[in-house]
């Protein structure tokens, strides 16, 4: 069973710049969910897409966007990229919203914006 | 709201070492409990986890051991090995509304030394 597979793996912007980043869920899994990972700030939350729709949102501004497909898979966007967005942005998905149900990750998108 | 703390790093251990990663949490009732592992350069992947008092989670000779009355969740192992080093990461996911959110711990390195 395919794991959850994100594209690309690395990439480079520039100020300004936006960037749209891809996951493909597990299959079967309904639950996608996005964290951004850096040094000074650790991982932190996103936002979860079920069904198609924006379940929660962590404190990130409005730059910050997703959508999910009706086949699970889903995107983020960061618009007027800043050098602070520069980080590892993974994706995980989970079978439905269970609390009990495993989170899974994906090897992350490596995002450097000069 | 919700918070996990982990015991500062790096973690310097001989191999065959003891180990132990502590974890405590805060969270409104009763949250499922997760460690991931990052090796460098790459996603989390989920070590093990547990989802009521009293459950031990284990895997790869890792134990870990879900307790209410001290809200912890600590990480063991009897003999670390070179290949263990990496960091280790503590997490919850509640189980109400934003039952896909993670809260992560700040992580742990581990490094493993002959």
């Known amino acids: 069973k395919a794991g959850v597979t994100q594209t690309p793996r690395y990439l480079i912007k520039t100020r300004g710049q936006q960037v749209t980043l891809s996951c493909s869920p597990i299959s079967g899994h309904r639950s996608v969910s996005w964290y951004q990972q850096t040094p000074g700030q650790g991982l932190q939350f996103l936002f979860e897409?079920?069904?198609?729709?924006?379940?929660n949102k962590g404190n990130f501004p409005g730059r910050f966007s997703g959508r999910q497909f009706s086949n699970s898979r889903s995107e983020m966007n960061v618009s007027t990229l800043e050098l602070g967005d520069s980080a590892l942005y993974l994706c995980a998905s989970s079978l439905d919203r269970e609390a009990g149900n495993t989170i899974y990750f994906g090897e992350g998108s490596w995002l450097t914006v000069v | 709201g919700n918070s996990v703390t982990q015991m500062e790093g790096p973690v310097t251990l001989s191999e065959e070492a003891f180990l132990t990663i502590n974890c405590t949490y805060t969270?409104?009732?009763?949250?499922?409990l997760f460690w991931y592992v990052q090796y460098p350069g790459e996603g989390l992947q989920l070590l093990l986890k547990a989802t009521k008092a009293d459950d031990k989670g284990s895997n790869k000779g890792f134990e870990a051991t879900y307790r209410k009355e001290t809200t912890s969740f600590h990480l063991e192992k009897g003999s670390v090995q070179v290949s263990d080093s990496a960091v280790y990461f503590c997490a919850l996911r509640p189980n109400t509304g934003t039952a896909s959110k993670l809260t992560f711990g700040t992580g742990t390195r581990l490094q493993v030394t002959l």
């Open positions: 969270a409104t009732g009763y949250p499922s």
């Open positions: 897409y079920f069904s198609e729709t924006q379940r």
